[in-house]
Nanobody
């Protein structure tokens, strides 16, 4: 399973860090990533990272968000800087052995969401 944490309320321009720890499925995952879903919108890919460290980012977060992972801890992180109100969403971590499944939004494993609210 995937256990996400770190959401909360932050002012525009602020920073927040999310983490997601995998347990029980560590041998079946290679790529891990973060999705988000804002009210009334479809879930969208934020960032993904392979076990070797290759990354993908959505254009909307490129240069502001950084995804990383600690393979020894089976944990993926999302450092979010220069946050904007448009970043407000429920953030979900995702994982699969096949990176393509994560990028296409059909990973085998989803974590529970964590709410990020960017507001003054």
């Amino acid at each position: 399973q995937l256990q996400a944490s770190g959401g909360g309320l932050v002012q525009p321009g602020g920073s927040l860090s999310l983490s997601c720890a995998a347990s029980g499925i560590i041998f079946s995952i290679n790529t891990m990533g973060w999705y988000r879903q804002a009210p009334g919108k479809q879930r969208e890919l934020v960032a993904a990272i392979t076990r070797s460290g290759s990354t993908n980012y959505a254009d909307s977060v490129q240069g502001r968000f950084t995804i990383s992972r600690d393979n020894a801890k089976n944990t993926v992180y999302l450092q979010m800087n220069s946050l904007k109100p448009d970043d407000t969403a429920v953030y979900y971590c995702a994982a699969d052995y096949y990176g393509n499944y994560v990028l296409r939004g059909i990973p085998r494993h989803w974590g529970q969401g964590t709410l990020v609210t960017v507001s003054s």
